[in-house]
């Protein structure tokens, strides 16, 4: 790609297409001619803010046309965009600020404040007869964006996107991008998906098609939003796909695209769905990302024919590079896709930014392994693995195991831990009433070795998600019914019986033992044998 920008990359696409249309948003559609005009006039304004080549401006505004413009009219002044969620309390949104080197707050709202870091209405800032600033010259590795992800210490780390890894959303060779395709913005603002949601579209004459905030509250209504716009492609996180199809199991047939990423793939739920509309002609895609590497890195279409029980995360996107640690080992990933590190961590920047074969190599921290046929395949979480036991335990391959049972359409595995005792599994289940305790555990321990069947199970409607869309462990923990229990008629009665049990769940750490269970199977360890003994 010749083009060394984000904005001149737009500008350039608009110059060829200036009639098609560029951004919807209900009554709001603009063409590529307009959309330019309106940003060359916002960037204006910004300009006469003092807003100057390589600032950090944040931008505080629900998914909206209005986001759009201003992130292009950031772009066009040299900027750095830093995308806050409206969302936010108000004390996260000031640190982040703060921890991003904010010197401008763009927003909707003229009554909120962050100490002394100036705000301005984005209506505020179309200035009209005031040309736009020049343009300034940009490199491929100039910063275009600064998207927060979690911390391990309870501070958002600021993640810097250069524009070549944004760039890359607009190439070809991951998913079908043509002038006039219809693609649906339905991430959150602050969620670095919106990259995918803008920028495929606009660096290729398609059109970006807002969905609005409150057409997103509920299934239904996103549902009927991407029918009544004609959306071809969308993306969204893997558990907002699996919650939308286990309600309707025929959302998205209309579309032709639907790239779903952000988690482990339930492959059983993919395959349902295409088993639940067999006349749809669209495909399915797994795409894989962190934020550190702007989006998308690896990408595959599942398509009806697939045969996997799990699908593979894929091939890397076009100007990206993979590298895999051992057969089984941490994934990196280089080339274009790589940002540029955390901002104002330097020490952090170090330990995940590396360098391997004379480029800078980001540390993903999932274990992958290499299939024959090139594609790389997802085995989980480093930071996720436990050791139970004395075995090391991969939560996600419990997780896939589970979800083989065919009344079970989703399972999450959580370590539980705590300062007293063990660590525990805790394993999270949406399942068909039809399944008995007794039929699970026979199933669990057929499948999996003692070691890593969970030591507690909980039945729940739905899982929750978080503002990114993806499972909210936390408030998966604290709002999960009683822990699934044996049936009565399950298991052997009697006093004698009752006492053993209770001695056997205080030695085990368990509270799903009944008298079918032998003391090995439930789990017991060496040094819990020998303590049984003395006891």
Known sequence: MAETSLFDAFARQATRTPDLTALEDGAICLSYAELLARVQSCA???????????????????????????????????????????????????????????????????????????????????????????RVAMTRDDPAFVFFTSGSTGTPKAVVVPQRAVLRLGQQGYTPLSPGRRFASLSNPAFDAINFDIWAPLLTGGVCVIIAPEDAAEFPRIAKALTDARIETLFLTVALFNAIVATMPAAFSTLKTVLIGGERISTRTVMQWYDDNPASECVIHNVYGPTECATFSLCCAIGRDNTRADA??????????????????????GGDAVGLGYYGQPDLTAAAFVRHEGQIHYRTGDRVTLNDDGTV????????????????????????????????????????????????????????????????????QHELPTYMVPHLLFRVAAFPMNANGKVDAAALAATAPDAWKPEASDTPEGPDLAALLALAATLLERQDLTGNDTFLTGGATACAHSFSSMR
């Open 312 to 333: 593979p995360i894929g091939r890397p996107l076009p100007g990206t590079r993979v590298h895999i640690e051992a057969a089984t080992g941490e994934l990196w990933i």
């Open 44 to 134: 204006a304004g910004l300009a006469a803010r003092g807003v100057q080549p390589g600032n950090h401006v944040a931008i505080l505004l629900p998914r909206s046309w209005r986001l759009v413009v201003a992130t292009l009219a950031i772009l066009r002044c040299g900027a750095v965009v830093v995308p806050l969620d409206p969302q936010s309390p108000h004390g996260r949104l000031q640190q982040m600020i703060a921890t991003g080197a904010c010197g401008l707050v763009v927003t909707a709202r003229a009554d909120i404040a962050f100490g002394d870091t100036p705000v301005v209405r984005v209506d505020d800032l179309s200035v009209t007869g005031t040309p736009a600033p020049p």
């Open 377 to 444: 395949h997802f085995v989980g979480r480093i930071g996720r693995q436990a050791k139970i036991r004395g075995f090391r335990v991969e939560p996600g391959e419990i997780e896939t195991t589970l979800e083989r049972h065919p009344a079970i359409s989703q399972a999450y595995v959580h370590v539980h831990t705590s300062e007293d005792a063990p660590a525990q599994l805790h394993g999270y289940l949406i399942v068909s009433d039809a399944l008995s305790y007794a039929a699970l555990r026979d199933f669990m």
